[in-house]
């Protein structure tokens, strides 16, 4: 039942709380260094041969023996490098660099995303705690951790929005929704900035919505969506200062981002005001050729720099081409300069020179494994959504009796850390069975069966004495996993259901009649629905890293409250995706009756919305309330709401507000998250928390990507997800 308030015109306090979640600008570099870095730039480019403004476009990745890759640095052909990580190397690289000619020093990159010695959940997770300062602390330890060795520059964060879990790499980002990844693209750049690396926000633009959800094919998506979904979060990472972007693989509308002028140039670099340098992702120069809009690698690198591609990630289609096209008048050399200043320019801006006018690069004290353990954890422990917790089967208390943990995943102690740089030492990390032993064995027998010969389940192992545990207990705790190798990058599903022979044994269990608990580590939202409606309680994990299990354990037992929210849907099934809870209404909006938009074989609601997550104790929301009931274009509006914690424990609630524009020129979706924030309360604790609204945040982007504020009557929902039903409304005025 909607409670629609009666509006009550309250003068908004002078204190606020925090306005909703948008990033705050980073300091530029001040005016006159920009000055005397331009200056700078110049008068080395005077100095650079068309072969070393050419290295300085060169950005190929470490190959072994790297005697050639050396002496292409110390010929001034190299300017840039990837996965170099070992100490020696990447000495060796700088030497060779200060032994060229001009010395201009390297980018040193590789993919320091969540993990470099220490594991972090997987970003996903760092987005399903709905605290961009967690996701800030997180960027910043690993990338303490990383610049150490004199790496300094990191692919990330990925900010591409999804709302199709059958892309692997929603694993990477923050999820569906651009306001949500707005706030943890600027908070992970912040993070990564400030522990000592260069950012790359990527991949620009619509790789999360590949058609069919197939990792590296098209997106088709207008201008209007392009700026009101997929380029929010990149906003938000220039604001946040981030140094590079990487284009993406994929066409955007038949034209591969690549080649894309339109794109790369008159929107991201001119319409964006992106001044930093655009990198081609990982042979993506070369596979223009693929993509059928270039002959050969010649004509490659003359679309991709021509698009206003800068560097070139591993084609070597510039090395390669560059020079004799320019000396043949195939490429004006403006745009081969434009290119190098860039670079050159955030080499500066980076303090990578010993003259930088904004300082030289400091890289930052070594942190202390403890603290970086301890990011890990706190992220971990926020991270962990309840789906569904009946009869409050969780926590596991003394009173839950003997407890049967079942799943070979519960022994695991292996990362999901792709990318994470090989040869460094595994960090020591607890299982899941050793961490909750440690917690409960002293107080209830804790039973234990791997069930499964593998953690993601693809066969049986002592299946009768998993049976035979639950047949012993009073709680069974299954622990399902995605398998770390079908998620990510290149792993696309078609079927988002529970891997191997889990979804089997969870069915044999269920026949046991014991409560369950399953706990489900993965990399994307899976479609549960048949496994749901077989357990008592269902708590998502993610992939939590080298402190995450511990942390479960915590969570699981009640030391810690869950307190995730999912940033992205839970289907019911596959069919359904791409499914997000900010669709658009239809001509005829989905009520679950024939003739409305929907399946006659499927709901049309998901298994679990966007922003769905349980605590152990409930709160409840009320007294929503607008400072004004309308405001002028160029106004703003304070929305405040009081929220009581009405169980017997703490907790923290994430607070959303949502929007809904009832009328305009084009259909607008049913609901839009305009604000959150994440407060702990005590056990009866009421508080007030307050948003602020502009005007501006209401506008949608019409046919040429422009914004639109147009006036009318909005809708304003408030509660702990996206099916949140305290209602108010408010007008926003010609003027
Ligand atoms: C990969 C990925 C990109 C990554 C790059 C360098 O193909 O698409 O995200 O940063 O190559 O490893």
Partial sequence: MRSRLILLILLASLATLPAHATPSPSPAPSRAAEAEIATKVSALMARMTLAEKIGQLNFPSLAFPYE???????????????????????????????????????????????????????????????????????????????????????????????????????????????????????????????????????????????????????????????????????????????????????????????????????????????????MSDFAAIYELINHGVAGDLAEAARKALNAGIDLDMTSKAYERHLESAARAGEVPAAEIDAAVRRVLTVKYRMGLFPDSPGGVRKIPSPVSEASVRATARAVARESFVLLKNDGATLPITPQSGTVALIGAAALATSDHSWYGPAGLKKPETESLRDALESRIGTTQDLLFAEGFADPCGLSFKDKAGALAAARAANLVVLVVAEDCIISGEAASRADLGLTGVQGEMLDALAEVGKPIVL??????????????????????????????????????????????KLPMTFPRSVGQVPISYGDLPTSRPATGDRYTTGYVDEKPTPLYPFGHGLSYTTFAYSDLKTSVPTMARNGRIEIRVDVTNTGTRAGHEVVQLYTRQLVAARSRPLRELKGFEKVALKPGQRRTVRFTLAAADLAYHDDEGRPVIEPGTFDVFVGGSSTADLEGSFEVTED
Avoid: C
Wanted: aromatic share 8%.
């Fill in 519 to 564: 706990v489900v580590e993965t990399g994307r939202p899976l479609a549960l629905t048949e496994a749901v409606e077989k357990v008592a309680a269902v708590m998502v994990a993610w992939h939590p890293g080298t402190e995450g299990r511990t942390a479960l354990a915590e969570v699981l037992t009640g030391e810690v409250a869950p307190s995730g």
């Fill in 68 to 278: 050639d890759q050396l002496a292409t640095v110390r010929q001034g052909r190299i300017g840039n490098m990837l996965n170099v990580v070992n100490p020696v190397h990447l000495r060796a690289f700088q030497d060779a660099a200060r032994a060229s000619r001009l010395k201009i020093p390297l980018l040193l990159a590789i993919d320091a995303i969540h993990a470099f010695h220490i594991t972090f959940p997987t970003p996903i997770a760092w987005a399903a705690t709905w605290r961009p300062q967690l996701a800030q602390d997180a960027a910043e330890m690993i990338a303490r951790q990383t610049a150490q060795n004199g790496i300094n520059l990191t692919f990330a964060p990925m900010i591409d929005i999804s709302r199709d879990p059958r892309w692997g790499r929603v694993i990477e980002g923050a999820g569906e929704d651009p306001f949500l990844g707005s706030a943890f693209a600027a908070a992970r750049v912040r993070g990564y900035r400030k522990g000592g690396l260069a950012t790359a926000a990527k991949h620009f633009v619509g790789y999360g919505a590949p058609e069919g959800g197939r990792d590296y094919n098209g997106a088709q998506i207008s201008l209007s969506e392009l700026f009101d979904r997929y380029i929010p979060p990149f906003e938000a990472a220039i604001d946040a200062g981030t140094e590079t972007v990487m284009a993406s693989f994929n066409t955007v509308n038949g034209v591969p981002v690549t080649a894309n002028r339109a794109l790369i140039t008159d929107i991201l670099k001119e319409r964006l005001g992106f001044e930093g340098i655009v």
